[in-house]
């Protein structure tokens, strides 16, 4: 950093500095002879102070020193009478004297001043290192995004980076040596006092501040702040990065109140399944025992009058009768209906082969009398409530069993069809007296049927409760048809996970 | 045919006069009918089991069944099973629910509670006389009953 000079450069070596100091007399003393040849008197001493000026200047204090003493030497020697000799007599030697301790203040004088010019670059040096330094720093400061900012213990900014301008909207002009509370109109959580105190306690403090920025809106930031204490540890400045966590905050607050909403809409599902169950409950209890009261006293009177009145008569009891029998399966099957829906499934891995069986030896009653083909293809595991996925495949196997009764020979076929890589596809198909499929909308729908009652009995129930059995093992069902060319039914569900192991 | 001398006594809990009415109907019908005391809510019917209050000058014994319907007023069917089952003195009457609910939750709590059977009311009256019919002839008399139970 230090100017490149002669001076330096001569320091380096002691014998050129004293060279230095030896040449330079030499040429005064030179210079002197020849000027008194040409009659020039009294140059020596003015020329003999130039060299020891130049020696202490440019070889410093030592060969000036050597300087002066050559000088001495050489104007007594050569320009003091008696010339030629070292003698100096009385008259001449105040003149030597001065001469002497003239010298030797030159000396001084630079001497002392090549020390202070010395300390005064070895200061600046320092200090442009320092600044250096600083300014490094400071454009490290301004290489992140973080919004930060300086300012002293009167509240007065004295730094703002780029982070700082890009949030707030200041440029770092606009913002140096205004009062941070005035500029951002800080609101802050608890009293500032505490939050001071707080920094002067562990010198930080961080926590999450409202600001407003040079348009006018308002930022949340987590604001993090450190004291810069001088080196009596007097506090002298806050350093403050504010990060932008409004977005963070707005979700925040969205999310928190998703969660209310759904912890609400959870309470309101509650209650209601609660109000659901007691009205199953009801329907299991108080709707029944007036039916059961009807069909009592009906087949009471039945027996008590039937030899006395009418066949009509006769007819009509036997029509109460079978209406409360048909109305008491109503609500037993919209009870068993309503219980999935409310039941817990317990899932398990399910072999839907042995659950196919055991809905043949249910169905077995119905299937008495009848030619039937059964074709039971190779069946997979399916993961679910077994209990549940029985009443799929009896409810399936039952309509099949029910809807193929016109025909002389039935066929029934219980398979697994191809699905996707994720997916098994189970299907129960059936030659029967199919269905329109123009209203395949309304099959899996309660109470919805396709067949007058007195051609197919059946409350309408059965296709719904296996499209909720199915719904709640997270698959799908659906059904193709045509017209006296029989149906097919399917259902899918995810594969279990042990699938592929 | 049922031998009048060996009919227990049956005790039958039910608030609904229809039913009531059919019951005894369907008992009358095979000669069960004789010996029936119908109480119409849990506390008349804890009161007959303990002796007290309008059953305070009855005849002791205890019942040789009892018929118990789970709605009932004042003291409902539950509270009346827990109560004898935890009473050394009634815990061994056969206590035979029987309900218009076919509601798992009654039903595992009857169980819990150590009931000795639980009947559904069938809605068909064929069936239900049948129900009856059979419970009586089982529990009031091929059932030998615990000792300290009233028989005629």
Known sequence: MARPNLE???????????????????????????LERFQFRNVADPLFLFAIAIAVWYAGTGPAILAVVLSGLADT?????????????????????????????????????????????????DLQIEVAERTQQASLLNLTHDPIFVRDMSDVITYWNRGAQELFGWTDKEAMGRHSQELLQTIFPTPLEDIHG??????????????????????????RWSLRRDEQERPVAILETNNDITERKRREEEIQGLNQELAKRSADLESINKELEAFAYSISHDLRAPLRHMAGYTELLQKKASSVVDEKSNRYMAMILESAKRMGDLIDDLLAFS??????????????????????????????????????????????????????LVNLIANAVKFTRPRLRAEIEIGCAEGSRDELIVFVRDNGVGFDMKYVHKLFGVFQRLHQSDEFEGT????????????RHGGKV???????????????????????? | M??????????????????????????????????????????????????????????????AVMLLDLKLPKVDGLEVLKQIKSDDELRMIPVVVLTSS??????????????????????????????????????????????GSVRK
């Open chain 1, 77 to 125: 020697y050569f320009f003091i009478e008696p010339i030629y000799s070292l003698y100096i007599t009385r008259d001449d030697l105040p003149h030597f004297a001065i001469f002497i301790l003239f010298a030797s203040l030159l000396t001084g004088f630079a001497a002392v001043r090549r020390r202070v010019e010395r300390d005064l670059v070895q200061a600046r040096d």
């Open chain 1, 460 to 471: 309408g129930i059965g296709l719904a409760t296996v499209q909720r059995i199915i719904h």
């Open chain 1, 339 to 392: 219980r999935i829906g409310r039941a817990e499934t317990q899932k398990t891995l399910v072999s839907l082969a042995q659950l196919a069986r055991e809905a043949l030896t249910e169905v077995r009653q119905d299937t008495e009398g009848r030619d039937i083909a059964w074709k039971i293809g190779a069946l997979p595991d399916f993961y679910g409530d077994r209990s549940m996925l029985r009443v799929v």
């Open chain 1, 198 to 223: 707080e920094l002067l306690r562990t010198n930080r403090w961080e926590g999450e501040l409202k600001k407003t920025k040079a348009d006018g809106t308002q930022v949340v930031v987590a604001s």
């Open chain 2, 102 to 147: 076919k509601e798992e939750k009654d039903m595992v709590a009857s169980y819990k509670l150590g009931v000795n059977a639980y009947v559904v009311k069938p809605v068909d009256f064929h069936e239900f006389v049948n129900a009856i019919k059979e419970l009586g002839v089982f529990w009031a008399v091929i059932n030998e009953p615990p000792p």
């Open chain 1, 8 to 34: 330096l450069q001569i320091a380096r070596s002691p014998v050129l500095r004293y060279g230095f100091a030896v040449l330079s007399v030499s040429v005064a003393l030179g210079a002197s002879l020849l």
């Open chain 2, 2 to 63: 049922v031998t009048m001398n060996k009919l227990g006594r049956i005790l039958m809990v039910e608030d609904d006069p229809k039913d009531v009415e059919l019951t005894l109907t369907a008992l009358e019908e095979y000669n069960l009918a004789n010996e029936v005391i119908v109480t119409r809510d849990g506390e008349q019917a804890l009161d007959y089991l303990h002796c007290r209050g309008e059953y305070k000058t009855r005849s002791s014994g205890n019942p």
């Open chain 1, 478 to 501: 659906w059904a193709e048809g045509l017209v006296d060319s029989g149906a097919t039914f399917y259902f899918s569900a995810p594969k279990p996970q042990g699938h592929l192991w």
